[in-house]
């Protein structure tokens, strides 16, 4: 027997090549049931729906653990000097 080169994306329905669905250890078939356009579909609409609470989020965490992330920015910045 072998392996499908479709899947059907559960939201939008359509037959799609393997390649348009995120990988998912924990699904039966080790892909996601959704498709990558529909995920970022629904990412988008989460974001505009929670943007007030999830920019709280960001902030909180920012004010915590500002040394953190600026020692991780500065250090990425850093890197990217030296390889141009």
Excluded: W
């Excluded at 250890?25 to 999830?54: N, V």
Aim: with cysteine; proline share 4%.
């Amino acid at each position: 027997m072998t392996a499908p080169l479709t899947k059907q994306c559960t939201r939008c329905e359509l037959d799609l090549p393997l390649n348009e669905f995120h990988r998912d250890p924990f699904r039966a078939g080790g892909l996601a049931a959704k498709c990558k356009t529909c995920r970022k579909e629904l990412a988008a609409e989460r974001y505009q729906r929670d943007k007030e609470q999830i920019l709280k989020t960001c902030a909180a965490y920012y004010a915590q653990h500002r040394t953190e992330v600026l020692e991780r920015v500065n250090t990425y910045h850093r890197k990217k000097r030296e390889q141009s």
